[in-house]
């Protein structure tokens, strides 16, 4: 396994934090919206329950979910799951017909599509394990996590107890991809 992109938290005041504050201020591809969502929406995922949530998923979100800073978007016909920017970053961009033709059908995957919003993607079985990975590492509270995408483009968290044995792992698994160059 190759990591392609990642970010790395650590655990201040009782919540995660990312230990690289311009990844937070600012859209970095890859990663931004996954992380918007884990820092900034999962509570509310986690009050109704992951499990309620993701049950949910089949009818009263099947069309979508907005939070503050990060909207879920599903497209059930292709299984996927796009994690874009909520409206008030949106709000100043340009607009044409054509955007806001889709923004009257309220058709935000294809405004991914054509790059008006900024997002992440990925599978609904990607999607589903990380919101229960992340509610279990929520439960195990380690000092430090991982939020990680591979060459494959799954994306995954992993725990650890040290900054020093997380950034080994990232050096471990970023070095693969220049040895196999």
Same mark, same amino acid.
């Given at each position: 396994?190759?990591? *392609?992109?990642?970010?790395?938290?650590? %655990?201040?005041?009782? %919540?995660?934090?990312?230990?690289?504050?311009?990844?937070?201020?600012?859209?970095?591809?890859?990663?931004?919206?996954?992380?918007?969502?884990?820092?900034?929406?999962? !509570?509310?995922?986690?009050? %109704?329950?992951?499990?309620?949530?993701?049950?949910?998923? #089949?009818?009263?979100? #099947?069309? !979508?979910?907005?939070?503050?800073?990060?909207?879920?978007?599903?497209?059930?016909?292709? &299984?996927?799951?796009?994690?874009?920017?909520?409206?008030?970053?949106? @709000?100043?961009?340009?607009?044409? *017909?054509?955007? &806001?033709?889709?923004?009257?059908?309220?058709?935000?995957?294809?405004?991914?599509?054509? !790059?008006?919003?900024?997002?992440?993607?990925?599978?609904?079985?990607?999607?589903?394990? %990380?919101?229960?990975?992340? /509610? *279990?590492?929520? @439960?195990?509270?380690?000092?430090?996590?991982?939020?990680?995408?591979? &060459?494959?483009?799954?994306?995954?968290?992993?725990?650890? /107890?040290?900054?020093?044995?997380?950034?080994?792992?990232?050096?471990?698994?970023?070095?693969?991809?220049?040895?196999?160059?």
């Amino acid at each position: 396994m190759i990591i *392609k992109k990642h970010d790395m938290f650590a %655990i201040k005041l009782n %919540i995660f934090s990312n230990l690289n504050i311009y990844a937070i201020i600012k859209p970095v591809g890859g990663l931004y919206y996954v992380r918007q969502l884990l820092i900034y929406s999962f !509570g509310s995922i986690r009050r %109704i329950r992951v499990l309620c949530f993701i049950e949910n998923m #089949k009818t009263k979100y #099947k069309n !979508g979910i907005s939070y503050e800073e990060v909207d879920i978007n599903i497209d059930n016909e292709n &299984d996927l799951v796009y994690l874009s920017e909520s409206y008030h970053t949106y @709000d100043t961009k340009p607009m044409t *017909k054509e955007i &806001d033709d889709l923004f009257e059908a309220e058709n935000f995957i294809e405004l991914c599509k054509i !790059g008006f919003l900024d997002y992440d993607v990925m599978t609904k079985e990607n999607f589903i394990h %990380i919101l229960l990975l992340w /509610d *279990k590492i929520l @439960d195990q509270v380690p000092p430090f996590a991982l939020l990680y995408q591979d &060459d494959k483009n799954w994306f995954d968290v992993l725990p650890f /107890d040290t900054q020093e044995a997380m950034e080994k792992f990232v050096a471990d698994h970023t070095k693969l991809e220049e040895t196999q160059k």
